[in-house]
């Protein structure tokens, strides 16, 4: 349990610069599995898949704001 502990404390501290073709949004609600429905600046909806490495880390709640990257798999975001 201490490493998860550690783990946590490590994400929470780390600053995220977003990069060239990321997105802010913010989140409007959980569709189960993982995803998650946001909305971005423009008022464009989305579902989002977090990715494994923090399935189990981080925890997001509705009204946060993620930053989410589109993958070059047709319309799917990250």
Do not use: C
């Not at 995220?16 to 008022?43: M, S, W």
């Not at 579902?47 to 925890?59: D, E, G, N």
């Not at 997001?60 to 798999?73: A, D, K, L, T, Y």
Request: aromatic content about 8%; glycine content about 8%.
């Amino acid at each position: 349990m201490r490493d998860l502990h550690t783990y946590n404390d490590n994400i929470e501290s780390e600053l995220y610069t977003p990069v060239d073709g990321d997105i802010i949004a913010q989140v409007k609600g959980a569709r189960g599995n993982n995803l998650h429905e946001v909305e971005d600046e423009f008022g464009e909806t989305y579902i989002v898949s977090m990715p494994t490495k923090f399935r189990k880390a981080v925890w997001i709640r509705r009204g946060q704001f993620v930053v989410i990257r589109p993958i070059g798999e047709g319309d799917k975001l990250l």
